[in-house]
């Protein structure tokens, strides 16, 4: 019997000290990831704070607005100013239509005042096409006005009744009325 007691606490002691390393080795290991996370933590605030000063610049740069105005300026991807207004011209009573590639085209590029607001090969005041559409596309963002397309244009109208509409609501000085996004814009010529 005495045998038999001894034998059992032999047998049972490397079993036990096998127990206790391996829960050592767990500590150890557990210790080890936690100081390896503590590590990471620096690196991912940093990344969050990159990632939330993205997003804020992303979304200054797409609604910030002019200085000089309440109302609000679509700005494109490439973070310039770009709004359309449609023009109807209307000489001594019949629809004209606006010509094509106004501030682009040398010849319905007059003025070169705004040049540098402009892409490279146009003016911010343009037209493409004959659709009546006015292009503001500008890298400065600023108000321009219809006085300033006339002097790209070219187009004198000294010496003739003028009228202009917006939105169907008479402008009483329709060289100073300024581009807002969406306008409709019907500008009547007479000769006198």
Same mark, same amino acid.
């Given at each position: 019997?005495?045998? !038999?007691?001894?034998?059992?606490?032999?047998?049972?002691?490397? =079993?036990?000290?096998?127990?206790? /390393?391996?829960?050592?080795?767990? /500590?150890?290991?557990?210790?080890?990831? *936690?100081?390896?996370?503590?590590?990471?933590?620096?690196?991912?605030?940093?990344?969050?704070?990159?990632?939330?000063? *993205? #997003?804020?610049?992303?979304? %200054?740069?797409? !609604?910030?607005?002019?200085?000089?105005?309440?109302? $609000?300026?679509?700005?494109?991807?490439?973070?310039?100013?770009?709004?359309?207004? +449609?023009? =109807?011209?209307? %000489?001594?009573?019949?629809?004209?239509? #606006?010509?094509? *590639?106004?501030?682009?085209?040398?010849?319905?590029?007059?003025?070169? $005042?705004?040049?540098? !607001?402009?892409?490279?090969?146009?003016?911010?005041?343009?037209? +493409?096409? =004959?659709?009546? @559409?006015? +292009? #503001?596309? *500008?890298?400065?963002?600023?108000?321009? @006005?219809?006085?300033?397309?006339?002097?790209?244009?070219?187009?004198?109208?000294?010496?003739?009744?003028? @009228?202009? =509409?917006?939105?169907?609501?008479?402008?009483?000085? !329709?060289?100073?009325?300024? %581009? /807002?996004?969406?306008?409709?814009? @019907?500008? $009547? #010529?007479?000769?006198?």
């Amino acid at each position: 019997m005495g045998l !038999y007691i001894c034998k059992l606490p032999i047998i049972n002691m490397p =079993t036990i000290s096998v127990s206790l /390393k391996r829960q050592k080795k767990i /500590k150890q290991n557990e210790n080890s990831r *936690s100081r390896s996370t503590r590590s990471n933590k620096p690196k991912l605030i940093a990344i969050g704070v990159a990632i939330a000063i *993205s #997003v804020g610049i992303a979304f %200054f740069m797409t !609604y910030q607005q002019p200085k000089n105005s309440t109302a $609000s300026v679509p700005i494109d991807s490439m973070g310039m100013m770009h709004l359309h207004t +449609h023009l =109807t011209l209307v %000489f001594d009573g019949k629809e004209t239509p #606006v010509p094509a *590639s106004i501030g682009i085209d040398p010849t319905l590029w007059q003025d070169h $005042s705004l040049d540098s !607001y402009g892409m490279k090969g146009m003016t911010a005041l343009h037209t +493409h096409d =004959t659709s009546g @559409t006015i +292009h #503001v596309e *500008s890298y400065k963002i600023r108000d321009y @006005t219809f006085g300033q397309l006339l002097d790209i244009w070219g187009l004198n109208l000294n010496g003739y009744k003028v @009228t202009m =509409t917006v939105n169907d609501q008479p402008v009483s000085d !329709y060289r100073n009325y300024v %581009f /807002k996004d969406g306008d409709k814009i @019907t500008l $009547s #010529v007479n000769t006198k």
